[in-house]
């Protein structure tokens, strides 16, 4: 038995060795990727945003949402922005998408950088102070022109706050849906208030 328990241990101790080997040689290649993917897929979310056709920052909400973005249709447009739970107290407007089941609140403030820190801020406070369970969190801040901030919890759900062009945008959904697809769409779309060409 003292043979079989030695002869076992070896047998770890060499495939344990060979792990470890094999994890040495590939994880930076792999670690590299996953971080290289990772800022492509953020560089590719700041041109979106840079490409924005953003609306002018007086605009009306019927003005600002467009009646379609990919499947969702425009459920309701009004000037009732604030986000209580979310510590949001700014004036903006507020459109809710819907498809099937699936409802996007979009909330978009006009403001300048340094309130939209502020705003930021307080989501992350607010994230913080509360039991709001387990939390994804990312944040990018790339200086005055664009910041992005995503925060997934059970109690706040799924909430995307991306800055561009003068405007805080935050995308929210009780729903297991991924926001990505639908922000991109509207990022690319037509504000109904741009000219046609």
């Known amino acids: 038995m003292g043979k ?47 490409e924005w056709k953003a609306p002018n920052v007086n605009v009306l909400p019927a003005a600002f949402f467009p009646a379609k973005v990919e499947q969702y249709q425009l459920e309701q447009a009004d000037t009732l922005a604030a986000v209580p739970d979310l510590r949001i107290e700014a004036k903006g407007v507020h459109g809710r998408y819907a498809a099937g089941n ?18 930021m801020k307080g989501i992350e406070e607010a994230a913080n102070a509360e039991n709001a369970g387990n939390k994804r969190w990312t944040k990018v801040d790339l200086g005055v022109n664009y910041a992005r901030m995503y925060l997934r919890s059970p109690k706040f759900n799924q909430v995307q706050v991306w800055y561009t062009h003068g405007w805080l945008l935050v995308f929210r959904t009780t729903d297991d849906t991924d926001c990505e697809p639908f922000i991109r769409a509207f990022l690319k779309s037509e504000p109904p208030t741009a000219p046609k060409n």
Do not use: M
């Open 4 to 50: 079989k328990v030695a002869i076992g241990c070896g047998i770890f101790l060499v495939l344990l060795i060979v792990a470890t080997v094999l994890l040495w040689a590939f994880l930076p290649n792999f670690l590299n990727d996953l971080w290289n993917k990772a800022k492509e897929a953020e560089g590719e979310r700041q041109k979106i945003a840079t």
């Open 102 to 119: 699936s409802r996007i609140d979009l909330f978009a403030y006009p403001v300048n950088k340094a309130d939209a820190d502020k705003i």
